[in-house]
């Protein structure tokens, strides 16, 4: 199963979003796979070998043929227990692994229903190699801040690209509320507005420096509004698998 998030401007917290969502997830099957064209965030975040396993090294093993086996053994646990993928923090690099791994590797990632894997695609421009892999996906959430310049942006790309998957938006941070968005939206979205992550820096920084395990930080207004969250996509997830099956 696979859900994809990303961004369309500026840095909403993406990365943040979705190592909080894969640290809550409610089933325990759960992989987050870094598949940001313009550079990974985890090797530096967890202070990762440059040349472990994760994007590049899978790039170059699958480039012929892409089993799940294959996949597994590019996964790697970061220290404090996460399941990941992660991707070269050199844009070149990241951009290479993930213009050749989009389309096989999406298409694995969802047609493999007991792991649920978790993308980062980071900003969605037109022309990102990420975006077969956003189209593979059982759910793409666009995360965005509800600001009107954002919000405009995200109804005019998917106007005229309506993405081929189902789509829903995550607001981060203060601005319009969910159902001023929703509204807005209208059905434009196929799932609407799947939630929101509230603006708590502190705890966005002690999961980017690992001052803190997600574990630490469970009372912590972001973790709990992930666990929320996880919980609400991980059924539009189960929806979407019941009624493809
Ligand atoms: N919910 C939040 N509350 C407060 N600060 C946040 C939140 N989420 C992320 N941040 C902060 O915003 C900055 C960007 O976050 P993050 O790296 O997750 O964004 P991104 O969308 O992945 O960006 P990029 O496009 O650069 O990959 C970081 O400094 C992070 O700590
Ligand atoms: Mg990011």
Known sequence: MLLALASL?????????????????????????????DGGSLVTRFDLPA?????TSLAAAGRHRLSRQLVAEHVQ???????????????????????ALARPLGEQLA??????????????????PARPL???ADLLVLVCRPR??????????LEERPPPTRVGLLLTGGGYSVAEVDRLFGDRVAVGVVGSLPDDPRTARALADRTATPRDLRRSPLIRHARSLAERLS???A???ARSA
């Open 235 to 237: 059924d539009l997830l």
């Open 239 to 241: 929806v979407q698998t």
């Open 77 to 99: 646990t970061l220290p404090g227990g996460l399941a990941a993928i992660p991707t070269s923090p050199a844009p070149g690099q990241a951009a290479a692994a993930v213009a």
């Open 9 to 37: 401007k500026a840095a909403p917290g993406v990365t943040t979003a979705a190592v909080a969502l894969a640290s809550v997830w409610p089933q325990p099957e759960v992989v987050l796979v870094e598949a940001d064209p």
């Open 51 to 55: 040349d472990g396993p994760g994007l």
């Open 134 to 136: 956003a189209d593979a």
């Open 148 to 157: 009107l310049e954002e919000l405009r942006l995200a109804l005019a790309r």
């Open 111 to 128: 047609g493999t229903p007991e792991v649920t894997a978790i993308a980062d695609c980071g900003r969605l421009s037109a022309g990102s």
